[in-house]
T-cell receptor, first 112, second 112 residues
Framework: GQQLNQSPQSMFIQEGEDVSMNCTSS?????WLWYKQDPGEGPVLLIA?????ELTSNGRLTAQFGITRKDSFLNISASIPSDVGIYFC????????????FGPGTRLSVLP | KAGVTQTPRYLIKTRGQQVTLSCSPI?????VSWYQQTPGQGLQFLFE???????NKGNFPGRFSGRQFSNSRSEMNVSTLELGDSALYLC???????????FGPGTRLTVT
């Protein structure tokens, strides 16, 4: 079945640094969603991507829909302590319905 | 606009019992999906309801069931609880296509 891989699995960065993470799939997706989850809470939608090559920003976050449609990238600029959490990518299993497959997540820690 | 709400937030049950979890989607959203999140398996899709009909189903045993009401509110039921059912159960709502999906805070179920 469809699987998503995320790298890195975890990362430790200094406050103020930029962060890059990516998500790859064994199959083509028509939508990519990026979420952030804090401990004990539900994932919060950060960015949605719908078109190959699309680059979308949300404040300090920028995500790109890879041109092969099998990958996506998330960048965070000038990280701050509240960026700590787990970042998930997700893609739909089919073109209708909201049955999403999720990556295993990238755990981000920000050192002051 | 109010977000997705889930009740209860925390639940402790004994093996063999059954449990019902509730989810109220964002106003206007007709799709409600349920996910199970565990440290070992990550976020896994349980099922999706759209306009009171189950539209998608994940690979979970028949002990997991759900329903959706005419106001789009949804319930999930797990019968004959097992220790392995301990997890964070997340509900997400959307407009119905393979697009943005918004999560609630989750229900933390502990089976003893």
């Amino acid at each position: 079945g469809q699987q998503l891989n995320q790298s890195p699995q975890s990362m430790f960065i200094q406050e103020g640094e930029d962060v890059s993470m990516n998500c790859t799939s064994s199959s083509i997706f028509n939508t990519w969603l990026w979420y952030k989850q804090d401990p004990g809470e539900g994932p919060v939608l950060l960015i949605a991507l719908y078109k190959a090559g699309e680059l979308t920003s949300n404040g300090r976050l920028t995500a790109q829909f890879g041109i092969t449609r099998k990958d996506s990238f998330l960048n965070i600029s000038a990280s701050i302590p509240s960026d700590v959490g787990i970042y998930f990518c997700a893609g739909p299993k089919d073109n209708y319905g909201q049955n999403f497959v999720f990556g295993p997540g990238t755990r981000l820690s920000v050192l002051p | 606009k109010a977000g997705v709400t889930q009740t209860p937030r925390y639940l402790i049950k004994t093996r063999g019992q059954q449990v019902t979890l509730s989810c109220s989607p964002i106003s206007g959203h007709r799709s409600v999906s349920w996910y199970q999140q565990t440290p070992g398996q990550g976020l896994q899709f349980l099922f999706e309801y759209f306009s009171e009909t189950q539209r998608n189903k994940g690979n979970f045993p028949g002990r997991f069931s759900g329903r959706q009401f005419s106001n789009s509110r949804s319930e999930m039921n797990v019968s004959t609880l097992e220790l392995g059912d301990s997890a964070l159960y997340l509900c997400a709502s959307g407009t119905g296509g393979a697009g943005e999906q918004y999560f609630g805070p989750g229900t933390r179920l502990t089976v003893t």
